[in-house]
C-alpha cells in the first residue's frame, strides 16, 4: 500500500515537472522570438533615422521633410543587392576605380560628365600628363568615400517624384527597380557624350590659342591628339 502511494506521489511530481519545463520551453521560445523580432525592428529603424539625418542636414534636400518608411522600401528596390552595402558603407570600391565610368553604369550621366569635363579642364590648364593623372585619383578617391550618400538622395529624389504620379504601389516599386538597376548602356552614351565634349573643348582651346580656319579644324584636332598621346 505504502509502495502504490509513493508511486503516485511520484507520478504527480514527475507530471508538474514536465508541465513546468514546457512551459519554461514555451516561454523561452516566445521570448527568444520576441527578442529577434525587437532586433529586427531596432535595425530597420537604425536605417530609417540614419537617411532621414543625413537628408536633413543637406541643405539641398531641405524639401524632402517627411520621408515614410515605405519610401526605404523603394529605395530597396532602387538599388537592388546593393542595397545594404551603400547603405551602411562610407567607402565605395567600384567608385575608386571606375570614376565617373560608375556614374554612368548608375544612370547619373550628368554628374559623370561634369567630373570628366573637370578632369579634362585641369589638363587644359595645366599641361601636364602627371597633374592630370593626379587629378583622376584625387577625383576617385572623393567619389568613393560620397557616392554611397549622393548615390541614397539620387534614389529618394526619384522615388519622391514618381509617387506625385496616380499609380499603383506595384508599379511604383516597378519603376524604381528599372531605374535603379546598372545600365550599361549609359555608359556607351556617356562615353559618346563625354568624347564629343571634350573634343569641343579642345576646339575651343585651340581656337583660342590660335584662330584658324573651318577646313583645318579636323588637322588640329588630330594633330593636339597626337602630341598629347
Not at 177 to 189: A, H, V
Request: charged share 25%; with cysteine; aromatic share 14%.
Amino acid at each position: 500500500m505504502e509502495n502504490n502511494k509513493g508511486d503516485f506521489l511520484f507520478d504527480i511530481t514527475e507530471r508538474k515537472s514536465n508541465k513546468v519545463d514546457n512551459d519554461n520551453k514555451s516561454n523561452n521560445n516566445g521570448f527568444t522570438f520576441e527578442v529577434e523580432d525587437r532586433l529586427k525592428k531596432e535595425k530597420k529603424s537604425e536605417n530609417i533615422n540614419y537617411f532621414k539625418k543625413e537628408v536633413n542636414n543637406d541643405n539641398t534636400l531641405n524639401e524632402i521633410n517627411n520621408i515614410q518608411e515605405n519610401d526605404f522600401v523603394l529605395l530597396r528596390c532602387f538599388m537592388g543587392n546593393a542595397y545594404e552595402k551603400i547603405t551602411t558603407r562610407l567607402f565605395n570600391i567600384w567608385a575608386l576605380l571606375f570614376g565617373p565610368l560608375y556614374l554612368y553604369v548608375r544612370k547619373m550621366v550628368g554628374l559623370g560628365l561634369l567630373v570628366s569635363i573637370f578632369e579634362f579642364w585641369v589638363l587644359l590648364l595645366t599641361k601636364e600628363k602627371v597633374v592630370f593623372i593626379v587629378t583622376i585619383i584625387i577625383v576617385n578617391l572623393l567619389l568613393s568615400v560620397t557616392f554611397n550618400k549622393i548615390y541614397s538622395k539620387h534614389g529618394l529624389k526619384i522615388i519622391k517624384k514618381i509617387k506625385r504620379q496616380n499609380i499603383s504601389n506595384e508599379e511604383i516599386k516597378k519603376y524604381c527597380t528599372s531605374q535603379g538597376s546598372p545600365d550599361f548602356d549609359y555608359l556607351f552614351w556617356g562615353l559618346i557624350l563625354q568624347v564629343i565634349l571634350i573634343n569641343v573643348m579642345v576646339v575651343i582651346y585651340l581656337y583660342y590659342q590660335s584662330p584658324f580656319q573651318v577646313d583645318e579644324l579636323i588637322s588640329k584636332v588630330l594633330d593636339y591628339w597626337k602630341n598629347f598621346l
